[in-house]
């Protein structure tokens, strides 16, 4: 019963007809299945603007973060500055039993008047600028610390610290 149906339908409309009906019918299949498929990764939160299901990448990487921040005079030193620009990030510094001497000893060191107007940046990059040229960052994400480590041409100058120091 079908068949004969369509083959009617194939006598009864013009051969042009019977292709734009395909074409709409393409048209229209190529329409829904688009619509289906974004729907599961694609929000509409407008008419015309959209939004991907998923965090974005400074939600999933909190040190990929973009900060600008002015420090008020309140903030002295450049542990102060990296412990404000961690406040609100998720992170935090190590504690200072394991922080090495270098490092307890930049962190005390006054805040440069340049820094005190600071960003736009990722948060990686401030607080490696902050730390200085002679540490990189490491991080802990399981408990969201960072720490500083002294970069190897660096630990030679950091050895003959300590010498003069235990000399003394």
Known sequence: MLG???MRCNTFYPRFIQGSLKFLAAVLLLTLSNHVFASTSNMQIGRYLTVENKPSISQVD???????????????????AM????????YSLILT??????????????????????????????????????????????NRRVNFKIKPQYMRI???DLKIKQAS
């Open 4 to 6: 004969f149906t369509l």
């Open 158 to 160: 950091d050895a003959d």
């Open 62 to 80: 909190l040190l990929s973060q973009t900060i600008q921040v002015r420090f008020p005079q309140a903030i002295q030193t450049v542990g102060d």
């Open 83 to 90: 412990n404000d620009v961690l406040r609100l990030s998720g």
């Open 97 to 142: 039993d394991q922080m090495s001497h270098a490092l307890k000893i930049t962190l005390t060191k006054p805040l440069p008047a340049i820094y005190r107007d600071f960003g736009p940046m990722p948060l990686k990059d401030a607080l490696t600028t902050l730390a200085g040229p002679a540490f990189y960052l490491v991080q802990d994400p399981l």
